[in-house]
């Protein structure tokens, strides 16, 4: 099964479980060895997303450019208390206020994704185009290993927009 919308939730799904194990882990070492590969994988999401999912729905959506430039938003948020988090000691007082902002924020926007962008698309993209799109969903991830090669720089929505307007598929 290689339907892009279930292999997002299944991330969706995956970042909600791994904050909850933050709320049970004791100690630095515990807590760091959640949380880097949440961090990580928070970004590889967004990235995967803004590469291969939401210039999609841009050309197919109903309320696309609303949902996206919402998309791209959230994500910059998500991104800044991620880095926020990496600048402060793993366990402080500071750590846990980025990581409870990266939570919050990510919480927010995975309800508007699964509430607004994923149904938007699911009727209005062909069971080809979800595959072949989760398939590449899956190739992005495999050469992103680790976050490897994925920026973490914020994204401008209306730069973005821009560039993935109608005619630049
Ligand atoms: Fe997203």
Known sequence: ?????????????????QFARLDDASGAAELASI??????????????????FYPRLLHRGADADSETDDAIRDHNKIRDAVADAQHHEVGSPKWF????????????????EEDEGLPDFRKHASWELREQLGRR??????????????????VDPEDYLAEHAEGNE
Do not use: C, K
């Not at 892009?4 to 991330?11: G, N, R, S, V, Y």
């Not at 992103?144 to 920026?151: E, F, N, P």
């Open 97 to 112: 206020a980025a990581v409870a902002r990266a939570r919050a924020e990510n919480t927010g926007h995975l309800g508007e």
């Open 137 to 154: 969903w899956i190739e992005f991830y495999a050469q992103h290993q680790g976050g490897r090669g994925v920026s973490g720089a914020d």
């Open 35 to 52: 949380w880097t590969p949440l961090a990580s994988r928070l970004g590889t999401h967004a990235a995967a997303e803004e590469s291969i």
């Open 1 to 17: 099964m290689t339907d892009i919308t279930e292999l997002i939730m299944d991330d969706h799904e995956w970042f909600r479980r």
